[in-house]
Nanobody
Framework: QFKLVESGGGLVQPGGSLRLSCAAS????????IGWFRQAPGKEREGVSC????????YYVDSVKGRFSISRDNAKNTVYLQMNSLKPEDTGVYYC?????????????????WGQGTQVTVSS
């Protein structure tokens, strides 16, 4: 059974940090581009970051550039999202998703597998 499981979310004060993990089981991430998306209450799901299957190219939405960093460890079948200098507007449910080719996309429908999401709340 193909599965993605996110972890690492929680409550953090503005300016704080969290590291999200996305672990795959039932398939190998090597051949997939992996995206992180988030969804705030009442808003559409938006792409936050993506990493190509080789790990050589990464992409970020403008609002997180310089604060978030995506990485992958194919040996551990896991992708990470390091989030620093968190702001209240970063609050939402964060999802990882796997796209069955090398290339990233900002479009939700391009991704084949999704995790269940992990809640990130940035508040004082």
């Amino acid at each position: 059974q193909f599965k993605l499981v996110e972890s690492g979310g929680g409550l953090v004060q503005p300016g704080g940090s969290l590291r999200l993990s996305c672990a795959a089981s039932g398939f190998t991430l090597d051949y997939y581009a992996i995206g992180w998306f988030r969804q705030a209450p009442g808003k559409e799901r938006e792409g936050v970051s993506c990493i190509r299957n080789s790990g050589g190219r990464t992409y970020y939405v403008d609002s997180v550039k310089g604060r978030f960093s995506i990485s992958r460890d194919n040996a551990k079948n896991t992708v990470y999202l390091q989030m620093n200098s968190l702001k209240p507007e970063d609050t939402g449910v964060y999802y990882c998703a796997a796209k069955p080719d090398a290339y990233c996309s900002e479009y939700v429908l391009s991704y084949e597998f999704w995790g269940q999401g992990t809640q990130v709340t940035v508040s004082s």
